[in-house]
């Protein structure tokens, strides 16, 4: 599966010379959320159901896109940054598909549920609410699975997709740009 990845250029020069890249979480900013780190570990867990554990020393997944992101828009760094837009290939049975809009449901520990008619979300979110404890976070955490992939939908573009390691021999295009 072709799939795209926007990283920091000294990603793409660890990839160079230690020939794969792997996500470092103690250089995160989003992980000193404790709510981000709630959502990441509920992913890592998932990921480690569909797609197997990850490899020794790996504890946070690897980012990407189903579709090729456009670099005039200017969410992709920091602006000024010198990034790359890297184009690899990796086999389907090695990634893990989830819904990139709803997948701000678990960052902000907000229940998903995907439902159409106001009034029924109204009712099932106030049910929710009633939980307490354990029956609250699993009904969370179980909520956020409505918003897992089996496959690339249609709309390539709702898809982000995780995996545990890029490995130099996967890169097939790097695009070096300077963030808007």
Known sequence: MRLWTIQDEAV???IITEGKYRCDGSKSVHLESERFR??????VKKMKDKIGNAPEGVEYPVWAWAFKPDLRKSCWCASGKKCVRIE???????????DYGNWH??????????IEDD???EEVYREFCLLRGDDYTNALEKSWEGFIYSEIPADRERAQIT??????EQIKKVHHFISR
């Open 105 to 114: 449901c678990a960052l902000n520990h907000f229940p998903f549920f995907d």
């Open 88 to 98: 690899f290939e990796i086999d389907e049975k090695d990634i893990f598909i989830t």
């Open 119 to 121: 009034d029924e979300w």
């Open 12 to 14: 793409y020069n660890t």
């Open 163 to 168: 995996f545990w390691e890029l490995k130099k």
């Open 38 to 43: 709630i959502a990441y570990a509920w992913l």
